[in-house]
């Protein structure tokens, strides 16, 4: 398939200096053409400096779905503003990473490191120095090798990439599995049409199991034109590698993420150009739908209100009817953090079997579970309702 995300449609200019270049000027001085209207909490912007209030080119909140404690990773942190509201929400005991590529954005969010810190109370942020597609590289050490070892010889370019891969391997700048949420907003459509499926694979390869990206970004309704591709300006004012908006969504599925939802879409566009609507979205997508099925006789009710519904590895919950699932799909579904959780009834079998003692669930797309199999064929209990203590004296049915 085609489509403006394609690399084959890739523009002939350079993304990546036009990207950088105008971001560089952006951390100089504020660029209105390319903030977009977002709505913070106020009470977190109280203790930012007006320098980093201003120079904002989000184009959503994804901050607002953080938890306290959390180690939250920010994609193209800018000169910080969001990784700043997110050290308040996550507290000490959290941490915060800003990544950028840009130094004149790392140079900003830096400087009022000290000041944030000494008004908060703590220092749990910090800004490293490295491309979202790549997130094992860190671009810092590569410079100070680079200073050291310049090149000017194909040898000496394949010494250069040899070290880049130890460095890779020895020292990621984001370790696996390390992130609770890895948030980006309003960056994600600025990387090169080849490095974008790399790039959704780095978002959840960094994330723990049961982690979550909440990414705020800059959708279309249909494919920007050639002319809008070919664009240098557009691509930069994150127009250009804007995701069709079904797209999207699709990108965090092809990874393997599960429970993908639009937690908000602006109603009006930010812009429209050539009759395409481009606009503010903001999606969340949970990690950890891999792994063994083992039965535990556990089931779950679709509570409504749709007739059945179909969760990201295919199997179908038909309303109000006790379906079977494996341990694992019973974790996703019904754990309190669960994007499935309120429209979850779990069903746990009166005796619990451990975990060592499963055996493998065959998994299908619908299963119904026999209540005997929830209770046991044992289970002959007789109780009448004269039996409970269900009513007051006086007023029994
Ligand atoms: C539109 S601004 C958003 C900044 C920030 N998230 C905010 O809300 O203000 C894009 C930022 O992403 C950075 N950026 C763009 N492409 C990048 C890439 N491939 N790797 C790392 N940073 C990138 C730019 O330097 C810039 O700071």
């Known amino acids: 398939m085609v489509t403006s995300q394609s690399p084959l449609n890739s523009p002939l200019y350079d993304i990546e200096k036009t990207v950088l270049e105008r971001y560089q000027e952006g951390a100089k001085v504020q660029q209105p053409t390319l903030c977009c209207p977002t ?26 779905y953080v938890s306290e404690g959390e180690t939250v990773l920010d994609l193209g942190s800018g000169t910080g503003k969001n990784c700043y509201i997110l050290a308040q929400k996550v507290g000490a005991k959290g941490q915060v990473i800003g990544v950028d590529f840009n130094d004149e954005m790392l140079k900003i969010a830096r400087q009022y490191q000290p000041e944030i810190a000494n008004k908060l ?9 490295g491309k979202i597609q790549d997130l094992t590289l860190n671009l810092e050490q590569v410079q100070t ?16 990439e040899s070290e880049c891969d130890r460095l890779r391997k020895n020292s990621p700048l ?3 599995n390390s992130i609770d949420l890895v948030i980006s907003n309003c960056v994600l459509n600025l990387v090169h049409p080849q490095d974008k499926e790399q790039l959704f694979k780095e978002l959840y390869r960094v994330l723990r199991r049961g982690g979550r990206a909440v990414i705020s970004d800059i959708v279309c309704d249909e494919d920007p034109t050639p002319e809008i591709l070919n664009d240098p300006d557009l691509w930069s004012g994150c127009i250009a590698g804007a995701f069709r908006e079904e797209n999207f969504l699709k990108m965090f599925e092809n990874v393997g993420f599960y429970g993908i939802e639009i937690l908000k879409r602006e109603e009006t566009p930010w812009q429209v150009i050539d009759g395409i609507e481009f606009r503010s979205m903001t999606v969340r997508a949970y990690k950890g739908k891999e792994g063994p099925c083992l039965e535990r006789k556990q089931s779950i009710i679709y509570q409504g209100p749709w007739k059945q519904v179909q969760d990201d590895d295919g199997h179908i919950f038909c309303r109000g009817e006790r379906m079977a699932v494996c341990d694992k799909t019973y974790q996703i579904l019904t754990r309190p953090e669960s994007p499935y959780q309120t429209d979850i009834i779990p ?27 929830t209770k046991g064929s044992d289970y002959k209990l007789t109780e ?9 004296p006086g007023e029994c049915c």
């Open 384 to 392: 009448t309702n004269q039996a409970m203590d269900c009513c007051s």
């Open 145 to 160: 090798w680079l200073s050291a070892h310049p090149i000017q010889s194909i040898e000496q370019l394949s010494q250069f």
């Open 39 to 64: 709505d913070y909490d106020g009470k977190y912007l109280e203790i930012l400096p007006q320098e980093i209030i201003e120079k904002d080119y989000g184009c959503g909140d994804p901050t607002r």
């Open 174 to 176: 984001i370790a696996d």
């Open 121 to 129: 109370g703590y220092n749990n942020t910090q800004f490293v120095k």
């Open 347 to 373: 069903v746990p079998p009166y005796q619990e079997i451990p975990l060592e003692e499963a055996t493998e669930f065959s998994c299908q797309n619908k299963a119904i579970r026999h209540p005997k199999e």
